[in-house]
């Protein structure tokens, strides 16, 4: 019985310790929430000492959390261009990444996102498309350990490399296809950026988002207008006289064009009916209105299809980035002086 009784004993020490190292790591989990942690990501790495840090507010919990600069990068990029892409245009979209997340720094003088008080936020139409790795592995199934090989290779490779202009880091926009040429950020932004010019981007027209055709009933597009554009007043019995082209950018967007009463830019049109570009071209006949368009996104920047047409032609990420952001240089910052 003697025996019986000391082996319970024991036994009762050894949970009690378990208990207690179990209640400790509850604790510090608990601590590092608090401090806002790695909230919805269990997985996340801590930065070390040679990491710089970005402060992310997640527009889905309402949560302010910290990253290593270039955990969130791999992320944004993952998020942001198939993960079937080539190499060379995977090290490109990190680098601009890398680059439009330094520019929002404060550790490195950038201006802020300010939600939350955080560097950058998750909300795309703000800055940058996120995903989790919990989410990106949903995403990507069983092909999840080859694609975060693959991601983690490419930003790895271009480690703290950015683009900049005049010492600065530059606002390194991007979109998905330009249709074959990018536009003039003065065209879409208003504001002239010597690195945002329009270039040729070639090689697109095999990918399937190079054009679409999106066709309503005069009554439709009628409709859609006068909800989304006040005071255009278009009737579906007088289109051909109430819808002209007024003008057109060097890519060929429609900078301006008349509805109605109205004068609007392309960019209004396109909010308004969903297009997937303002490079678009309307044809009205008796019955119908057809909208076919080129390109998908603003055009301003990098065409991420251009970066993998330009990949799959032998050009590195450099050259690509180069091409697209016209007088940008090539520049690597030292993340463990980021404070």
């Not at 000492?49 to 969130?72: H, M, Q, R």
């Not at 683009?163 to 991007?174: D, H, M």
């Not at 603003?298 to 980035?321: C, F, N, P, R, T």
Request: proline fraction near 2%.
């Amino acid at each position: 019985m003697g025996r019986i009784r000391l082996n319970t004993e024991k036994i009762t020490k050894l949970g009690l310790i378990a208990l207690a190292i179990s209640l400790f790591v509850l604790m510090l989990r608990g601590c590092a929430i608090a401090r806002g942690g790695y909230e919805g990501d269990s997985d996340a790495p801590t930065a070390d000492g040679d990491d710089a840090t970005v402060s992310i507010y997640n527009a889905d919990t309402d949560k302010v959390y910290s990253l290593p600069l270039e955990e969130y990068v791999l992320r944004v990029t993952a998020a942001e261009m198939p993960a079937s892409f080539a190499e060379e245009a995977l090290k490109a979209q990190s680098v601009a990444a890398r680059t439009y997340t330094a520019r929002k720094m404060a550790s490195l003088g950038g201006k802020p996102c300010g939600r939350g008080g955080a560097d950058v936020c998750t909300d795309s139409t703000c800055c940058q498309a996120y995903r989790t790795r919990e989410e990106l592995s949903e995403k990507w199934g069983s092909s999840a350990d080859m694609y975060f090989d693959k991601l983690s290779g490419a930003v790895s490779a271009t480690r703290g490399v950015i683009l900049t202009y005049n010492g600065k880091p530059i606002e390194a926009l991007f979109h998905s296809s330009s249709g074959g040429m990018t536009e003039d950020a003065a065209n879409v932004f208003g504001g002239d950026a010597p690195y945002l010019k329009s270039v040729s981007s070639p090689g697109e027209e095999g990918f399937s988002r190079y054009s679409a055709t999106v066709s309503f009933t005069r009554k439709q597009f009628a409709n859609a207008v006068n909800a989304a554009i006040k005071g255009a007043d278009i009737s579906k019995n007088k289109l051909e006289e109430q819808v002209k082209i007024l003008s057109k950018s060097e890519s060929g967007r429609v900078t301006r064009l008349q509805l109605g009463s109205k004068t609007v830019t392309g960019r209004e049109l396109r909010r308004a009916l969903g297009l997937n570009s303002t490079a678009f071209t309307i044809e009205i006949s008796p019955e119908r209105v057809v909208v076919s368009t080129r390109g998908y996104g603003h055009g301003v920047g990098m065409s991420q299809y251009g970066a993998e047409a330009m990949a799959q032609h032998g050009a590195d990420y450099k050259e690509i980035l180069l091409h697209y952001y016209t007088g940008a240089e090539i520049e690597t910052i030292d993340l463990g002086e980021i404070k």
